[in-house]
């Protein structure tokens, strides 16, 4: 078998309302969709976190690799791929982010060579069911939708999801640089759910050092399960622990900086960003020999969702349930998404390789609102437009 084409689709996936976080109102996101193509009638199915990364798939990667074997993952990442050391270091880590959402696709093709999914592929599922937080966040109205500009109106639909969908566990930006507000949300939050219920905090980097001190030790009292990026860098979380027993987390995904520092206890990932399934599976075996926990990143199509229910079904040390938007998702490039979650979980597919089918009607419609529109506009600060936020906010 053999590579024939490789294409890639920028498409937006917007949401019903704009949600708030540190540096702007976040309307959803542009991805970019992979179909490598085979000789054996095979299509593998990939994605990149943002729209930009087709032309590097396209113009740099696709050349050298059409008439290769989708099979030997190893010697197309040899023929993609300088040392990752000195693309971080040279700062053109992009290529390794665009060969990840390529080589997801090449498990993809591996999965249906082989009529198995990949969670079989790698030793089988340690869990069908897979975990997953419901999301809140203070959102813009949009129609029927959003409008959840106060702490009790978060409150109430945290409180819907869980009458409509069994979910008890939830995750949330409160993202408008006021402390007060977050404390006071996060009060109310835990008063209506109950003990038993998750909560999940996400800052985004909006605090300051001594800001992060006060919000930390007041909401400590309602057993927070984790609060990722509460301040800038390792560093400050490190200063941070002092004063807070709450676990951290972050996106930026430094091992080694994390094990010198006693911090962040969690890192959150796209898969893309490591350079593909096999990378992240090697840096999760690293997180589990070290102690560090490890769960899944929010926001993408189901192709790369589905790239997120394979690999926790097959990974024990992934304990913690994902991120999710699903919920406040209005389309997808797979047929019957996006995924929901029922009673917090979403089931693993049981289909070939990622075990989805790519829609392409779907498709070409978020293709469309992409050329039309432009790409989804995530900075924009909804109260000064014309300007870019700085952080932190307080």
């Not at 560093?235 to 709450?246: F, G, N, T, V």
């Not at 987390?249 to 962040?264: E, T, W, Y």
């Not at 919920?327 to 917090?344: A, K, L």
Request: hydrophobic share 40%; charged share 20%.
């Amino acid at each position: 078998m053999k590579i024939t084409r490789i294409r890639t689709t920028p498409v937006n996936i917007p949401l019903d309302a704009p949600f708030h976080w540190s540096v702007g109102a976040y309307p959803g996101s542009s991805k970019c969709i992979v179909e490598v193509e085979t000789d054996a009638g095979i299509t593998g199915l990939g994605e990149a976190p943002w729209w930009h990364f087709g032309p590097i798939i396209e113009h740099e990667l696709a050349p050298r690799i059409i008439g290769q074997d989708p099979l030997d993952i190893a010697a197309i990442e040899s023929l993609c791929l300088p040392s990752i050391q000195i693309t971080a270091n040279t700062g053109e880590n992009a290529v390794v982010i665009a060969f990840g959402a390529l080589e997801m696709a090449l498990w993809d093709i591996r999965g249906k060579e082989w009529g198995q999914p990949i969670h079989k592929l790698l030793g089988g599922a340690v869990r069908r069911d897979i975990p997953f937080t419901e999301y809140f966040s203070f959102r813009e109205a949009a129609g029927a939708a959003g409008g959840e500009m106060s702490a009790e109106a978060i409150v109430d639909y945290c409180l819907r999801m869980r009458e409509a969908h069994g979910s008890t566990m939830f995750e949330g930006k409160l993202s408008l640089g006021d402390p007060e507000l977050e404390i006071r949300t996060v009060r109310k939050l835990r008063e209506a759910l109950g003990p038993e219920a998750m909560i999940r905090l996400d800052s985004n980097m909006q605090w300051s050092l001594p800001t992060a001190r006060h919000v930390l030790q007041a909401i400590e009292p309602y057993n927070i399960r984790n609060y990722e990026d509460p301040v800038a860098t390792f560093e400050e979380m490190q200063k941070l622990r002092q004063h807070s027993a709450i676990p951290f987390s972050s996106h930026v995904p430094d091992l080694r900086r994390a094990l010198a520092l006693g911090v962040p206890d969690a890192f959150v990932t796209n898969f893309a960003v490591h350079g593909g399934i096999g990378r992240t599976l090697r840096f999760i075996a690293g997180c589990e020999a070290t102690g560090v926990d490890f769960w899944c990143y929010s926001g993408d199509t189901g192709i790369c969702t589905a790239a997120y229910l394979q690999v926790s079904a097959a990974t024990a040390w992934i304990r913690e349930p994902a991120q999710s938007l699903f919920r406040w998702q209005v389309g997808d490039v797979i047929e019957g998404g996006p995924f929901r979650q029922t009673g917090n979980t979403v089931r693993v597919p049981d289909g070939p390789g990622l075990g989805v089918t790519l829609d392409r009607q779907a498709l070409d419609r978020w293709h469309r609102h992409f050329v039309e529109h432009g790409p989804m506009q995530h900075f924009r600060d909804p109260f000064r437009p014309d300007r870019f936020r700085r952080l932190p906010l307080n």
